[in-house]
């Protein structure tokens, strides 16, 4: 398991070997009008039931030919308006629908794309889909300016397949400017949502199949006016591997980033559904002086495999500081996609490129059904 900050490393690695995974993550929290964005852009979608169906073919000699990440990337972009889910799409395709620039960093699929500007320090976002499923048409042109950059580099090879993995926390603060438009083909009307927003993006990385490695995977970050932080908890599916566990807290006031590598930490507050994964609610952790309690509340997003919440964080530090933070959090649980009966339920998320999923249809028309309901 590897963590950097090197900014250098957040192009496109074309990774080759069977079941790996490669995606570029961002988020915008615009508190003013309780909006929040996610765009991620997949080369070779991790959590893709197709995925996960090809390489359990080939590996148990039902199939031949071994599945490439490039035969499974995609794109999702979500946006959440206060606790509703105004826009949720995920679509993925064989190659040729990802690329990349030949020189530096930038991703695209489908109309989608990202790129790097190192002269503005500032990543520059065009979003264009259709969403039939959904009677949805969404444009966006969202620009990522960073605002805060730190050095930090982790070589941890104490789990022999752990060290596949990389996490590069490329822009931990940003001041996000832009807008995103949604035409609702069912109803015949327009809404256009300008953006002033903190926002975030990291990219991830791994050589082989998450789910041959990570039992469960905490991932989040809040902030205030006086702090802001993000932490990162892994648990790896070989008992005898510590977990990993990394918070980086940021202080407004003086500058400072402080790295807590070596954390203890205290799940409580157990949960699950049908179709969602066992996970924590409440999470405590710390080091030395420092003291987080994350409350996972209100849930954005679930599936079988993951859930995304709002978070309230308490704070502690030394000399009786304390502060209370708000943000995002994320579970993954990678296993549940080896079940059969989940990666048929999380069919009904994506859209596979040629490929009719009733899962699909069914779903997207129920919550097309639901949104006639609402205002």
Known sequence: MNISTDASQDCWHDLREPGSYEWWYFDAEDDAQGISVVCIWFAGFAFSPYYMQHYLDWQQGRRQDPPFASDYSGFSFQLYDGRRETVNFITEGAQGRFSDASSGISASFEQNSFQYDPEADAYLLKVEFDFPARRQRVSASIRFDAIERFGYERQDDRNGAGANHQWLLTVPSAAVTGSVTIHDTLKNRERRISLDARGYHDHNLGAMPVHEYIDRWYWGRAYSQRHYLVYYLIYFREKSCPSLGLCIL?????????????LKVEESGHAWGVFAPWHSRQLKFGEGDL?????????????????????????????????????????????????????????????????????????????????????
């Open 250 to 262: 940021h202080e407004a006031e003086t500058g400072r980033y402080r790295v807590f590598d070596r």
């Open 291 to 375: 003291l987080v309690d994350m409350q996972q509340r209100d849930v954005m997003d679930s599936g079988p495999f993951y859930l995304r919440f709002r978070a309230q964080v308490s704070l502690q530090t030394g000399n009786g500081i304390s502060d209370e933070l708000k943000g995002i959090s994320e579970f993954l649980k990678p296993g549940r996609q080896l079940s059969a009966v989940m990666r048929f339920f999380t069919k009904s998320r994506i859209l596979r490129s040629g490929i009719a999923s009733f899962m699909y249809s069914g779903y997207n028309f129920f919550k097309t059904w639901w949104n006639w309901f609402k205002p």
